[in-house]
């Protein structure tokens, strides 16, 4: 029994407080949840271990990077920006990055990169990981590059070039990085803790990330019970592209992604770091602005939907997206609702928010997944509304 999980849940969502202990019955090390509903935070809990040996306790403050999660981050970043006018998601990215133009980009749109139609998914020259921290290098690159399809025609997920093209954008309109933006216009203000290029006196709270090849069941290795999900076959070139997307360069999840460098730098595909109550206050925000107008733009323009019923080159499932760059429903594991939006992280971390039932949800964990176990963030989420409900 993890005696230690801490935080609090009204009674209504009890339930969710159990389904959250039982995850240390698998395969969990440390971890928080939260979830804002109607406005209210009604689960904020945490407990665990910060690192692999379980000698580090999981506190309120444990900040873990979020892979992917990050992506959302930055999405409402932009939204953010672009609610104040600054920008269309149908401007040509040339607009505001006259270099981008090269080898025939020049009309692709904010929206178009921004839902990984722009066929930059991957870098075509080899990478190390400290060529992540080198930001000029790689919007550099990308502005040279040409597209591995026609723009537009097709989806495939950039998982580390969107980072660099959306940061690039934001920097070209605002003369700010998209961490520094982040900061002074959104988590600052709203007292969120969740970060993009972290401060040194932060470092120490940083929790490890656990790779899923050193998942345990107690003191037992995992090794899987559940099948896994049926792979179909795939073309040479297809398999390059997949390479290029996701192993150039091979981010470790330990020596890279848990060092100094990584933690400081401004990786906005990958390197977000956050306490789960920052993440959901967040999202919490995002459902206050998502019709907000601010000079004749709102929110809903991020969540327009603009990839659907197209399987991604890169991951070789369905995935929904809309044009400020959050990932959609269904089949996100956000709840039941369609206009849900949101985006996960590799290694199960996730969070979104609901506008038809005014949900926040967000939960983080160092133990990333192993290869053949439920994700756990739909359990938590499916969970909550089951509350809903009952």
């Keep these: 029994m993890i005696h230690f999980v801490q935080g609090s849940v009204t009674p209504q969502f009890e339930p969710v407080r159990a389904a959250f202990l039982k995850l240390w019955q698998h395969h969990e ?20 271990w910060q690192d692999i040996n379980r000698s580090k306790t999981w506190h309120a ?36 990055w006259p270099e981008f133009a090269q080898n025939a980009k020049g009309e692709i749109s904010i929206g178009m990169l921004l839902s990984h ?3 930059l998914s991957g870098f075509s020259q ?4 400290s060529d992540l921290y080198q930001t000029q290098k790689l919007t550099n690159l990308l502005a040279g590059a040409e597209p591995s399809w026609i723009p537009g025609t097709q989806s495939g997920y950039h998982v580390v070039t969107w980072g660099f093209l959306a940061g690039e954008i934001l920097r070209r309109i605002t003369g700010k990085t998209l961490g520094c933006y ?42 899987g019970d559940e099948p896994s999900a049926l792979t179909t076959p795939v073309s040479e070139s297809r398999k390059a592209l997949r390479r290029q997307a996701q192993q150039n360069p091979i981010i470790r999840p330990f020596k890279d992604a848990c060092s100094t460098a990584w933690r400081q730098a401004e990786i906005p595909a990958s390197n977000g770091h956050a306490t789960a109550e920052g993440l959901a206050r967040l999202y919490a925000y995002a459902l206050e602005k998502r019709t907000a107008k601010v000079g004749g733009f709102g929110l809903d323009q991020a969540c327009r939907r603009a ?28 709840g039941p609702s369609r206009s849900a939006f949101g985006h996960n992280g590799a290694g199960g971390s996730s969070a979104f928010a609901d506008p038809e039932q005014e949900i926040a949800f967000a939960y983080v964990m160092n133990q990333m997944q192993p ?19 009952d």
């Design 117 to 119: 139609q722009a066929g």
């Design 182 to 223: 982040l900061r002074e216009h959104i988590t600052q203000p709203l007292g969120a803790d969740c970060h993009l290029g972290l401060l040194s006196r932060d470092l120490d709270r940083c929790a490890d990330l656990i790779g899923p090849n050193r998942a345990s069941r107690g003191n037992q290795p995992f090794t």
């Design 29 to 48: 090390v440390g971890a928080s949840l939260c979830v804002y509903f109607r406005g209210e935070k009604v689960v904020d809990l945490w407990g665990g």
């Design 371 to 389: 290869n053949g176990s439920a994700p756990r963030a739909p359990r938590l989420a499916d969970c909550f509304y089951e509350c809903l409900h």
């Design 307 to 334: 990839v659907t019923d197209q399987t991604d080159l890169i991951l070789g499932q369905t995935i929904e997206r809309s044009q400020g760059g959050f990932i959609l429903n269904p089949g996100a594991g956000f």
């Design 126 to 129: 080899n990478l190390l990981v």
């Design 61 to 96: 403050d444990t900040l873990v990077n979020i892979y992917s999660t990050t992506k959302g981050v930055a999405a409402l970043a932009l939204g953010h920006l672009h609610a104040t006018g600054a920008f269309a998601y149908s401007d040509p990215v040339n607009l505001y």
